[in-house]
């Protein structure tokens, strides 16, 4: 098990031999498929990638297929309003939970959330509505916890990420342009 998380996450929801070509072992990987038929095949490959890379491999909303493909952990996404899941400490099984508002980090820290995944902070198309870097900032100053960055994330506003009282960051579609990882924003790893 490691013993820190990593500064970075990619949310996956299919295997994506691009993101496994960069040699950062800082970087986490959550499987997030919900729909997916043959979602053991695609967790196949991607467990796989992430022992030989050395990355932390987290998968959303399964404890089961967690604990069977021997994952650092779990990600509870906003929607799952389960009470506690106190048990997976045991397990050495960490927590990762994403929150839209202050309702939702509460939630989470009650799950026993690790790091908090606040979101979005830049604008979506899926939404009208996201935090920006004041509001973000006051939500992560009122709640004693890890929370990373997600949501509406590019290249052109990378830089802005310097301005949030951030642990980290996660991305989706900013990592699915390829080549990803190749792109002088993630070479420099100089970020915090």
């Known amino acids: 098990m490691h013993k820190t998380f990593p500064k970075f ?3 996956l929801d ?3 031999s691009q993101i496994f070509k960069n040699n950062n072992t800082n970087i986490g990987i959550i499987y997030r498929n919900y729909k997916a038929k043959k979602r053991e095949i695609e967790l196949i490959k991607i467990a796989k990638a992430c022992r030989k890379n ?4 987290f998968i959303s909303n399964d404890i089961k297929l967690a604990i069977k493909f021997k994952a650092e952990g779990i990600y509870i996404p906003s929607f799952n309003k389960t009470k506690s899941f106190k048990n997976l400490e045991k397990k050495n099984i960490k ?5 839209h508002n202050q309702k939702e980090i509460k939630k989470k820290i ?3 959330c690790k790091i908090i995944f606040l979101s979005p902070i830049f604008y979506v198309e899926k939404t009208n509505t996201f935090l920006g870097i004041h509001k973000f900032n006051y ?11 997600l949501g509406g994330i590019a290249q052109n506003n990378f ?4 301005l949030l009282n951030i642990k980290g960051f996660a991305g989706i579609r900013m990592f699915k342009k390829k080549p990803a990882f190749k792109r002088p924003v ?7």
């Open 54 to 57: 050395r990355n932390q491999l």
């Open 159 to 162: 830089h802005k990420l310097k």
């Open 95 to 99: 927590i990762l939970g994403s929150a």
């Open 9 to 11: 996450f990619v949310f």
């Open 110 to 112: 009650l799950q026993n």
């Open 139 to 149: 939500l992560v100053l009122n709640n004693k916890t890890n929370i990373f960055a």
């Open 14 to 16: 299919q295997y994506d």
């Open 186 to 192: 993630f070479i420099k790893n100089k970020f915090f």
